[in-house]
């Protein structure tokens, strides 16, 4: 079984900077890609950023610029760093990583975390 848990969200100015990190742990073979996607109230889950094992990046227009992923491989943990915040970036933030697991066939996963609440005062 695999788990991720986010810590770092809260309430913030807008301007103002959080830092998300998100742990991997239980079993797996491997992880790939881990991201964070972000779910406002009304609205899809969306994209903000992931990064994969190798270290290349992908982020979401809106954030480009303000937003910094990063994993320490060695910990299985993401981070993403949040900086010039606007209250649209206010939403409940998950951790998402796609794993290899054995079950006892290798397979891949793609694991969730529970969420975190980031809220953005103007």
């Known amino acids: 079984q695999v788990h991720l848990v986010e810590s770092g969200g809260g309430l913030v100015q807008a301007g103002g900077s959080l830092r998300l990190s998100c742990a991997a742990s239980?079993?797996?073979?491997?992880?790939?890609?881990m991201g964070w996607y972000r779910q406002a109230p009304g609205k899809q889950r969306e994209l903000v950023a992931d990064i994969a094992s190798g270290g290349s990046t992908n982020y979401a227009d809106a954030v480009k610029g303000r937003f910094t992923i990063s994993r320490d491989n060695a910990k299985a943990t993401v981070y993403l760093q949040m900086n010039s915040l606007k209250p649209e970036d206010a939403a409940v933030y998950y951790c998402?990583?796609?794993?290899?697991?054995?079950?006892?066939?290798?397979?891949?996963?793609?694991?969730w975390g529970q969420g975190t609440q980031v809220s953005v005062s103007s």
């Open positions: 998402n990583a796609k794993l290899l697991i054995r079950t006892p066939l290798v397979r891949s996963y793609d694991g």
């Open positions: 239980g079993s797996f073979l491997s992880i790939n890609v």
